[in-house]
């Protein structure tokens, strides 16, 4: 088991600890009100928007509203499990965050990081022999042809309509077989009329490598991402941060390469591979020191390339990357499973964003401002720490064993805390492993 051999924390002093750094963070945001006005802080605005994305419950503040005014006596949740003085409204929340700066909410990220390095629990994120593979990928979580932003980004279709959408590049560190990411700061594309995804999301994945690759540098890191990372400017960028690239490269959009492997013959290896009951055929093959694109100036870099065919020789996948790594037989496959890690940020982070039955903006709508991208930079960071609290924190760990999913985990939590009172994670932890009884009323 992976986690064998982490240091961890006795109580759920690390959990404590992120949490707080979110309401640290929170703390320091700009307020723009003047006067006495204020009987909110800005730490329990940002704590309580930030609430429904970690507890994973669109309705946690109805139901701490009602627990405080009923059963709690003027107590909820949100004071015992996240630090909270008072509940503010859903109004109030979003006219108050709307002109927040998503970029000043991205010190979590790092304190969770720099959490799970001080636990020990680093080994658990590295492959390929001591690297950190940080996947880049854009992903549109919002659009609509009747709310817009001033931030949004716009499309026209051809009968006139106008989508108005967001997008946001995305980091995680991702590992082969591992079913979690952890979110790392991201890069909000901006808004640009008349440029297509693609332009933006490439310049904003530039602009993050620009931003943020010597904060990651310590991890050794090998960036992934697909088709659009694999230019020359993107790669480049890349290596005079010091990291590595392996990044999808697909023949039609690398016609330099293609013809370079064509009618060539390619170092290869193939093995047998039993996925459930059946066999596929997986076949690798290489190529080293092929130019990127055509002219005097093009990067020398490495390609490789995996294909897997059924019992009938039916090919199932196929997909090629290039890398500035070394390639050869001894870790072609490695490569490859590492490059394929990268559908993970889909799957796991988007997928819960956008769906499990949970709306982004369902309390909060979508603001005239920042208000969108700071809800999806809460809900990264709860990821982030959800993430950190399953590699380092015991009882967090032990409660999901216990549920048996992270699914029925939240599902569990989600209902025991709209009703019962807990003074803290230890005892809402140790109530959803059955180490304890629910407290009693007070
Ligand atoms: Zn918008």
């Not at 139901?63 to 003027?74: L, T, V």
């Amino acid at each position: 088991m992976f986690w064998v051999g982490f240091r961890f924390y006795d109580s759920v002093g690390f959990l404590n600890d992120l949490i707080e750094c979110v309401g640290r963070t929170c703390a320091g945001l700009a307020d723009k009100r003047r006067g006495k006005n204020a009987q909110f802080s800005m730490r329990d605005i940002g704590l309580a928007a930030f609430s429904p994305f970690f507890m994973q419950c669109p309705s946690f503040l109805s139901h701490q509203r009602q627990m405080c005014a009923g059963i709690g006596h003027g107590r909820s949740n949100c004071q015992t499990l996240l630090g909270m003085e008072h509940i503010p409204s859903d109004n109030h929340i979003r006219a108050m965050l709307d002109d927040v700066e998503p970029s000043s909410l991205f010190e979590p990220f790092d304190d969770a990081l720099a959490a799970l390095e001080t636990a020990g629990a680093l080994p658990s994120l590295t492959s390929l022999g001591g690297h950190t593979l940080i996947a880049l990928d854009g992903t549109q979580y919002f659009c609509s042809n009747k709310l817009s932003c001033r931030n949004c980004s716009t499309r026209k279709h051809a009968n006139g309509q106008i989508d108005y959408f967001h997008t946001v590049v995305a980091a995680s560190i991702v590992k082969p077989g591992k079913t979690w990411v952890l979110p790392l700061r991201p890069e909000f594309v901006e808004p640009q009329q008349g440029y297509d995804k693609q332009d933006c999301e490439s310049r904003a994945a530039r602009r993050w490598l620009a931003l943020n690759a010597s904060r990651y540098c310590r991890l050794n890191p090998v960036y992934l991402g697909d088709d659009i990372y694999s230019k020359q400017p993107v790669c480049e960028e890349v290596l005079a941060a010091g990291a590595h690239f392996l990044f999808v490269c697909k023949p039609d959009s690398h016609k330099t390469i293609a013809e370079y492997l064509t009618g060539v013959e390619v170092p290869s290896r193939s093995r047998k591979i039993k996925r459930g009951k059946k066999y596929f055929n997986y076949t690798w093959r290489w190529m080293l020191g092929l130019p990127i694109r055509d002219g005097k100036d093009a990067l020398d870099i490495n390609w490789l390339e995996i294909t897997i065919r059924d019992s009938n020789g039916k090919t199932n996948y196929r997909n090629s990357f290039i890398t500035d790594l070394p390639v050869g037989a001894d870790n072609v496959e490695h490569l490859a499973a590492a490059a394929r890690a990268r559908w993970k940020i889909e799957n796991e982070t988007f997928n819960t964003l956008k769906t499990k039955g949970y709306n982004l903006e369902h309390n909060f709508g979508h603001g005239k401002n920042n208000l969108s991208a700071v809800l999806v930079t809460f809900n990264l960071i709860a990821f982030a720490i959800h993430l950190a609290a399953e590699l380092a924190e015991t009882e967090w760990k032990a409660a999901i064993e216990i549920a048996g999913s992270r699914v029925r985990f939240f599902d569990n939590l989600r209902a025991l805390t709209a009703y019962i009172l807990f003074p803290s994670w230890d005892s809402l932890l140790k109530t959803l492993a059955f180490q304890l009884p629910p407290p009693l009323p007070s």
